[in-house]
């Protein structure tokens, strides 16, 4: 059974089941239970038309849940809504329904459950299991997210800086369990660039496929991380990267520059180079010039002073980076190779056994603390 | 989102403002803290912020490797350890103010005459998942 079919199914079947007058939060129960039979029953009964089949099973369930309620209001629904066929509206539901689980009022955890579940058909089980939380818990998160936006119309427009802010985090939080969070991300801001000409979808899909390409060459076989200079590049999936930078080539000629299309456009220069000495860093400092005059944030001035470093040398890096606060997450990480770079190896080697203290995960840390024993081996060998 | 453990110490954090022992209290005062450690619980469970929670043994043993094919080595328990751990709680939360505002709930359970413990708990950040796009 195709469970990734499956799940892109989920958006038009929640969009029918709106359509004939179910709400919001009903509509999607009933679809979730429809994914969870379909995964039970499929693989030994795959039906012919798996669309209308989630459609009946997923109306059945409303209605089962309905009529246990004896809530008045569901039961006018249905008397209203039964023999109503939908119209072919598909691609405008999951449009909307992309808006509704991005909603401002919703948390940044809820909006991700949420998109999880409703637009990427995930089950409440798939989520918890990627976001390491019991069941119980995430089942009440996305209840809650439910709830908060119970109130709002289903054909609202929405923005779509929230829903990009929302794939960003699916992509970047990393966690892992059955379901490939980053391959999920890139699906669901795939299918929303094909109902969606906005720049900035465009520039965040082709962040994510310049990064995945990379990925096969950012660990090592036991989970350690390895520098983007030391990659192998041969390792980075060249199809994806030529998908990531036609598709970031198509948006940049619309002129409309943002965030993501800036950061799409370092991660493609990157991967434009055929080793780390290769690389044109002349060029990523102006594209760090450009995000920065976008965003203003300290993380990519941090980013930018490393960049400095490689194009005019180490102590311009340095001093770059001393207009910052030392309290920004990775400072010391960046002094310390920056600093090891000039050829300072007792500075570097202190700022790497401090940096790994402050790593914000197990994989940085280890990885500095590696950088540390390095350059403290290195330094004996030469005082012996 | 990020996971905090919540650490309560039977020795070793800073004293309490109301510190009178649980063997002290009333049978109603003991009864009237357990109903809020678990109101708690369910409240975080509610609002999607639960991991899990454990009360631990005072009782323990330090056990150590002592070369292949030799059974471990034990020691212990030390009476005198400075630090103990009564339990563990571990929520997941969209901010460090949040889990303050948590830890600083859990610290007001009540104790003995009915009123709050005030009492030290630890609170430590999880490292997560190393991000993909750092660059």
Redesign the interface.
Known sequence: MDEALLRTLTPAVIGILVRRGVDFAAAEDAVQDAMVEALRVWPDDPPRDQKGWLVVVAWRKFLDTARADGSRRQREVIVESEPVPEPRQAMDDTLQLYFLCAHPSL????AV?LTLRAVGGLTTRQIAKA????E???A???S?AKRTVSGVRFNQPGDVATVLRVLYLV??????GDIDL?AEAIRLTRQLAEETRHEEVAGLLA?MLL??AR?PA?MRPDGS?VP?AEQDRSLWDTAMISEGVDVLQAALMRDRLGEYQA?AA??AL?ADARTADDTDWVQIVEWYDELLRLTGSPIVRL?RA?AVGEADGPRAGLAALADLDPSLP?FTAAAAYLHERDGDLVTAAQLYADAAQA???????HHLTRQAARLNAELRTRDS | ?T?YLLLKHYRGAPTAVNDVPMDRWTPEEISAHMQYMDDFAARL????????AAALSPEGTFVRFDGDGRPPVTDGPFAETKDLIAGWMVI?V?SYDRALELAGELSAAPGAGGKPIHEWLELRPF?????????
């Open positions: 948390t940044p955890a809820s459950a976001y390491l939380v019991p119980a818990t995430m009440q998160r996305i809650r992509f970047n939080e990393g966690y892992s980053a962040l990064h995945h990925r950012r991380l983007l950061q370092i991660a990157h980013n490393v990775r790593a914000p995960n197990l994989a940085e840390r | 989102m996971k469970e509610n609002s999607g912020e639960y991991v899990g997941d969209e490292l997560a998942a190393p991000e993909t796009i750092t660059e």
